[in-house]
């Protein structure tokens, strides 16, 4: 419904982009996890695109939902190279000493990617890290050790059965 109503007011003759950035917030703020897909795949004709990428992934940083963490890969993989710029330039800064609350999304989408703990060499070549990497090498590699500590306690915590509640 919505993406139908941003095609009506494209093809407005008169339109500023105001109410297509409008609508976008409203996929946004939906949290609902093919946001970024939505707005990346259907909206990238959009002459706004590049801000609507951003708002996003700003969107994703600033209020980060346990699935952002595959967003996020998503984004710095994707084909389009207007989003895997967007995407560096905001997660490279987080990413390189994460505060608690993204080390604990990345951790659980490291253990998503990889289906266990990931190696040295997967972690060594994950997309997260490189951008963080690329940003500050030496705080970048305080934080692959880290990760590959909480990634290695999120696996385990996703091996223990789930605890019955009682009646």
């Keep these: 419904m919505i993406l139908r109503k941003i095609q009506e007011v494209r093809s407005r003759p008169k339109h500023d982009g105001y109410d ?14 093919d946001a970024f897909e939505i707005i990346s795949s259907r909206l990238e004709d959009d002459p706004d695109f590049e801000d609507l990428i951003s708002s ?36 490279a800064p987080v990413f390189v ?8 999304i990345w951790a659980g989408a490291l253990v ?19 951008v963080a990497k690329e940003r500050n090498p030496e705080k970048a590699e305080r934080t692959r050790a880290m990760m590959l ?19």
């Design 149 to 167: 500590s909480l990634t290695e306690k999120e696996y385990l915590r996703r091996q223990l059965p789930t605890p019955v509640k009682p009646q």
């Design 97 to 104: 000493a994460p505060p608690p609350n993204y080390s604990r």
């Design 20 to 33: 297509v950035f409008v609508l976008t917030q409203l996929i946004k703020y939906s949290d609902r996890s």
């Design 112 to 130: 998503d990617r990889y289906g266990h703990s990931p190696t040295a060499l997967e972690m060594a070549t994950d997309p997260i890290f490189l």
């Design 56 to 91: 996003v992934l700003s969107h994703s940083i600033s209020s980060p939902r346990e699935h952002t963490g595959r967003m996020w890969y998503r984004a710095l993989e994707s084909d389009n190279p207007v989003v895997r710029s967007v995407a560096k330039k905001y997660l």
